[in-house]
């Protein structure tokens, strides 16, 4: 990126990790105007140079999106921005007792991504994050692998949520198969934990993933959603 100087940005490639934690600080305090225009100029020098602009910068010149949307199989809320979801979850009954109401949940989840993605503008909106969801819901919807490296993940966990974007829509997998596929058969118990950890339901079919059993088996969001999803998959296959 040959005009860092002229924006006073460090090079990546010269960032030790204590330079780069001190730039992000900076970027934290400036006014978020004058952090998307400076990123503005950062992504504009890497395309001149030929440069590949990762996601997340990309996003420090756009609005991250949420919202709420109700589904066949639930209340799901969902975080994402430029066309592609980064966040989704369900929002349960439990958690509406507890809070008191699903926008009151749904804000405890943005107060909690905002305190890690302090540059971000955040916006409201339903629609398209609701559309995003159907998308996925129906089978239509695909993860770009700039969200995979984006991801705060190991190299297990990327590869696991990778993999799991290639079952079909309305079939299973056992959590032996899956590893089998990803060329790592002796460490199903890591590829289990790294199923349930995923952090973009429905868009990364963490639910395709039965026991060799049969059985429906456990899910992050209760066995009675992983249920409803692989039923409306079937019925919608």
Request: aromatic residues 6%; charged residues 25%; contains cysteine.
């Amino acid at each position: 990126m040959t005009k860092n100087k002229d924006l006073n940005v460090p090079k990546e490639e010269n960032l030790e990790d204590g330079d780069f934690d001190t730039f992000m600080e900076a970027v934290d305090k400036m006014d978020p105007e004058e952090a998307r225009i400076m990123f503005q100029n950062i992504i504009a020098a890497m395309e001149e140079d030929g440069e590949q602009v990762p996601f997340p910068m990309r996003l420090m010149t756009s609005d991250v999106l949420f919202g709420l949307t109700q589904t066949p199989v639930g209340l799901v809320y969902g975080i994402g921005g430029l066309g592609q979801l980064m966040l989704t979850g369900f929002i349960s009954e439990e958690d509406i007792e507890e809070l008191g109401d699903a926008e009151t949940v749904l804000q405890t989840i943005m107060d909690d991504f905002e305190e890690n993605v302090s540059t971000a503008t955040t916006v409201r909106d339903d629609e398209a994050i609701g559309g995003m969801i159907k998308s996925a819901l129906d089978g239509s919807y695909t993860v770009l692998d700039d969200i995979f490296e984006a991801m705060e993940a190991t190299d297990l966990q990327r590869t696991v949520w990778q993999e799991l974007t290639k079952i079909p829509y309305g079939t299973t997998l056992s959590y032996e198969e899956l590893a089998l596929r990803i060329g790592n058969p002796k460490a199903v118990r890591a590829v289990a934990t790294a199923v349930g950890e995923n952090p973009l339901s429905i868009a990364i079919p963490c639910h395709r993933i039965i026991r060799k059993t049969g059985e429906i088996g456990e899910y992050h969001w209760g066995s009675d959603i992983k249920e409803k999803l692989l039923a409306y998959e079937q019925a919608n296959k």
